[in-house]
């Protein structure tokens, strides 16, 4: 089977870094128009490039789902990756042995450190925005409401948009996102966000795929994520650790406020 991992990057000194051959492809994302240095770019074809600073990877996802023709295809980062046991990146052979026995290779789940995943995503974001998904897939695909109460008020996530899946399967998840999230863009003012929280349709997004599994009911395969420098694996480092996280979220955090 043809397998493509698309590693997504939007700069030409990371994505110089990344690894380049017949699985892994390098996928320049946010280029709209600008040179791409003759790498992979979301930016050709039916595309959304230029929504890439409040899409993110999504922009990427969006090509995937649109231009590849590959049987498998799969999403990371350039400082995130799948990774066996032995910490090295999946290959063909590992790959198509999982899905063989499961729909999805997603990272592993992460556990909210405060009440649940809305209050997290409130803590850091804002929690209107979450309200508002609901009240569209409410009005749009009103099945999904269950699986989505379950999620976003229950206690654990996969984060990162990331995945690994026969492309059938992606593109129904894509077919059933997107317009999720271009009807949110008339509804919600990211212009006038920070340049962290603008990122809105992609941190929206690492909930909804959530939703999106649970409720078609897909068997999914936990993987280790490898991350790649030291500032994020120091991030990672006290994510889990509940303990720091508690202290920076109830301390620091309202100290910095003050």
């Known amino acids: 089977m043809d397998i493509q991992i698309y590693v997504i990057s939007h700069l030409l000194e990371d994505i ?17 128009g600008k040179e791409n240095f003759g790498y992979c770019s979301d930016d050709n074809g039916d595309n959304i490039s230029n929504k890439n600073p409040y899409f993110c990877e999504l922009t990427g996802l969006y090509w995937m789902w649109k231009q590849s023709r590959a049987d498998i295809i799969g999403l990371c980062h350039y400082r ?3 990774v066996n046991e032995k910490n090295n990146l999946l290959e063909k052979d590992e790959i198509e042995s999982i899905l ?5 290779i997603i990272p592993n789940f992460g556990t909210s450190l405060l009440e649940n995943v809305y209050e997290d995503y409130d803590n850091e974001h804002y ?37 690994i899946a026969k492309k059938e ?10 317009p999720i999230l271009f009807e949110l863009e008339k509804e919600i003012n990211a212009k006038d966000y920070d340049d962290y929280r603008k990122r809105v ?3 929206l997004t690492e909930r909804l795929f959530n939703v999106w599994f ?26 889990k650790r509940p303990l720091l996280r508690w202290g920076y979220v109830h301390i620091y955090k309202p100290y910095l406020k003050k």
């Open 16 to 32: 110089e870094k990344t690894r380049n051959d017949s699985i892994y492809t390098p996928l320049f994302v946010g280029r709209n």
């Open 80 to 82: 995130r990756y799948f």
């Open 100 to 104: 063989n026995d499961y729909d999805l």
């Open 127 to 163: 929690g209107k925005d979450l309200d508002l998904c609901r009240k569209l897939i409410g009005e749009m695909t009103p099945e999904y409401l269950d699986s989505y109460d379950k999620v976003i008020y229950g206690k654990k996530l996969c984060h990162y948009n990331m995945f």
């Open 169 to 178: 399967i992606i593109d129904g998840y894509c077919e059933w996102v997107f």
């Open 201 to 203: 349709y992609g941190f």
């Open 214 to 239: 649970t409720h078609n009911n897909l068997k999914v395969k936990e993987t280790r994520v490898k991350l790649v420098g030291r500032m994020l694996n120091f991030k990672m480092f006290l994510y």
